[in-house]
């Protein structure tokens, strides 16, 4: 007899009424909804600037960390959810800070997490510049804790990527993932118990792979030959379906090929072991990519060339305003 079909929803974790929440919060402060907050910032003699800012976490990845006692990669996780948020603005990250909260501190398991952070902001080309540790007695059952992040970049606004203008026609690239990053855990973990938490506890622990590197490059080469980036969209929690139309503008769809791209086996265990329905796969994890950048068709060569590893996995078409996944 088939087990019956695990969600999202079912984990705990309810996306709707999350997105409830996003759209009360965007209707008290317009300026927020992007991946990441822009503040005007004039520069004497270096003319108009935005400052970047962003903060996240690593969710209940935090969990398998815990279970595992593996604690040297996740804070590896925390600068990414930040700093791959700040380069869809077409940002340089500059700084990071971390929030470490604990229920009793200990000094080999707090080096590691330490340690993980630091390799964050060596990956992400930022620095650690400070950050608060708090030991709260009663707050955290023994052995754990919580993380935060907050990142802050600077782009030049004549050079700042928003999206407004993709059009119709234009190409939709994909950079792969290294594996669930840091979406889904609450889903993953009703999946992987016991000795199959212990087989698949290296997968599942793969740090969020950070795309600093390949975004600043891409950047260059394209300013070199006069293209730009339309868009950057990083995909986190809601997958592909609810990142990309984040960057689209009103009556953009993005049509996205799913054999596009070769997807790591452990998505293909979550659906198998939960019984996991299609859409909620797609509407849960990023399925193998990471990082989608939108172009213009005749800048898919010289994309290609600074990126090989990059797929082309879609198109804008115009239609209702939506990812379709074919």
Known sequence: MASAALTY????????????????????????????????LDLDGCGPWDLVACTDGVGTKLKLAFALDKHDTIGIDLVAMSVND??????????????????KLSLQRSKRVIAGIMEGCRRGRCVLLGGETAEMPGMYPEGEYDLAGFAVGIVKRSE??????IYPGDLILGLPSSGLHS?????????FKGKDLVKW????????RIYVDEIQALQKAFRAEAKIILGLSH?????????????????????????????????????????????????????????????????????????????????????RHEAEIV
């Open 235 to 319: 995909i986190t929690g809601g997958g592909l379906v609810e990142n990309v139309p984040r960057i689209l503008p009103r009556g953009r769809k993005a049509v996205l090929r799913k054999d596009a791209w070769k997807r790591p086996p452990v998505f293909g265990e979550v659906q198998r072991r939960g019984n996991v329905p299609e859409h909620e796969m797609w509407r849960t994890f990023n399925m193998g990519i990471g990082m989608i950048i939108v172009i213009r068709p005749d800048s898919l060569e010289p994309a290609k060339r600074v990126l090989p590893e990059a797929r082309l996995i879609g198109e804008v078409v115009a239609g």
């Open 86 to 103: 700040l380069v869809t603005c077409g940002a340089k990250p500059l700084i990071f800070l971390d929030y470490y909260a604990t229920g």
């Open 9 to 40: 929803r079912k984990s705990g974790v309810d996306i709707d009424l999350a997105d409830k929440l996003v759209d009360h919060i965007q209707k008290k402060a317009p300026a927020i909804g992007g991946f990441a907050g822009l503040f005007p």
């Open 160 to 165: 700042a990527v928003d999206g407004s203008k």
């Open 183 to 191: 979406n889904g855990y609450s889903l993953a973990r009703r999946v």
């Open 201 to 208: 506890g290296k997968a599942l622990l793969t740090p969020t």
